[in-house]
């Protein structure tokens, strides 16, 4: 008995994702979302990071809010090595239908065709996902 809740919360340490996946911190986090038209944006309407992504705390680790948007539409962690791409370059949105996943060159290609990126510095200096100081 104590050594498996032991082992379970050794996992917990291990991978803190765990943590995001229960359906009570799913519940509070889309209860923070303005869904509104499927086309439309969804803002988040809590608290954002030093870089305007909104930001939504676990465990008091913030996370932006369109990678959790991702990650509870697909129930599943990022993949390694991928980015979640806000297509509409809406920083606050979380309407999984303008989120999707892809590379590091696709990211920087949608925003160099959106315009919201105008320069290569930018690209590499992008946010990473969960380091975000408060
Ligand atoms: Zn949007």
């Given at each position: 008995m104590?050594?498996?809740?032991t082992l379970a919360d050794e996992n917990l340490a291990v991978n803190p994702l765990k943590h995001i996946f229960n359906e009570f911190t799913e519940w509070?986090?889309?209860?923070k979302v303005h869904k509104r038209e499927p086309d439309e944006c969804w803002p988040?309407?809590?608290g954002k990071s030093a870089q305007g992504y909104g930001q939504f705390c676990i465990k008091s680790k913030p996370f932006l809010t369109h990678r959790l948007a991702w990650m509870f539409t697909h129930q599943?962690?990022?993949?390694?090595g991928k980015r979640?791409?806000?297509?509409?370059?809406n920083r606050r949105c979380c309407n999984p239908?303008?989120?999707a996943i892809g590379t590091?060159?696709?990211?920087a290609t949608t925003g160099l065709k959106s315009g919201s990126i105008k320069n290569e510095a930018y690209i590499y200096s992008y946010v990473p996902n969960v380091e975000v100081t408060v």
């Open positions: 104590h050594k498996t809740n509070k986090f889309w209860w988040w309407l809590g599943s962690a990022v993949p390694d979640v791409i806000l297509k509409c370059r239908a303008h989120i590091h060159k696709d990211q």
